[in-house]
T-cell receptor, first 112, second 113 residues
């Protein structure tokens, strides 16, 4: 699985959009980009994933660059409950289950 | 509520004790996982089960013994642990296949004295 690079921490004002970047310059053509988040003392929570196209769901939007070497997770209107560690993960679309390798992620702090 | 339930939420044990962690999912998934998260470290994958068969053991010491009696239940049996084994132990489940989402439980916070 390709390695990802994320900033260790970010701050965002409540109600504003939070844009979390992720670099994955060694990504292969068959690797998906996944985003999970972990609120303190809880298990990680799936947010969104994509391969080539931009994706949107009720939680967030995922923007993947055309060369697929980086992506951005967008929380359109951040709330205090969005304070968490956000993990960007890439993995091969293989048939051997969802064994995800977590890095250190970005600690997002949403301020009032 | 993710549909994955772990018990107990907290556990304190001595190095000579034997205890078990339990995980249960009611999502119809057929793959289950144990992860370990030590303080200020990334999650580490420990074991993977697919349809009750262990498919991965990431060089985990034998003092950790997993058991998967069926697709809905997963146990982690602990014996003669060390203080450095103190961590948050997370269970997850998914469907077995590419690009499937993991659903995590809330974890068991384990302290080994």
């Amino acid at each position: 699985d390709a390695k990802t690079t994320q900033p260790p921490s970010m701050d965002c004002a409540e109600g504003r959009a939070a844009n979390l970047p992720c670099n994955h310059s060694t990504i292969s053509g068959n690797e998906y980009v996944y985003w999970y988040r972990q609120i303190h003392s809880q298990g990680p929570q799936y947010i969104i994933h994509g391969l080539k196209n931009n994706e949107t769901n009720e939680m967030a939007s995922l923007i993947i660059t055309e060369d697929r070497k980086s992506s951005t997770l967008i929380l359109p209107h951040a709330t205090l409950r969005d304070t968490a560690v956000y993990y960007c993960i890439v993995r091969v679309t293989e048939t051997s289950g969802s064994r995800l390798t977590f890095g250190e992620g970005t600690q997002l702090t949403v301020n009032p | 509520e993710t549909g994955v339930t772990q018990t107990p939420r907290h556990l304190v044990m001595g190095m000579t004790n034997k205890k078990s962690l339990k995980c249960e999912q009611h999502l119809g998934h057929n793959a289950m996982y144990w992860y370990k998260q030590s303080a200020k470290k990334p999650l580490e994958l420990m074991f993977v089960y697919n349809f009750k068969e262990q498919t991965e053991n990431n060089s985990v010491p034998s003092r950790f013994s997993p058991e998967c009696p069926n697709s809905s239940h997963l146990f982690l049996h602990l014996h003669t642990l060390q203080p450095e084994d103190s961590a948050l132990y997370l269970c997850a489940s998914s469907l077995w296949g590419p690009s499937e989402k993991l659903f995590f439980g809330s974890g068991t916070q384990l302290s080994v004295l």
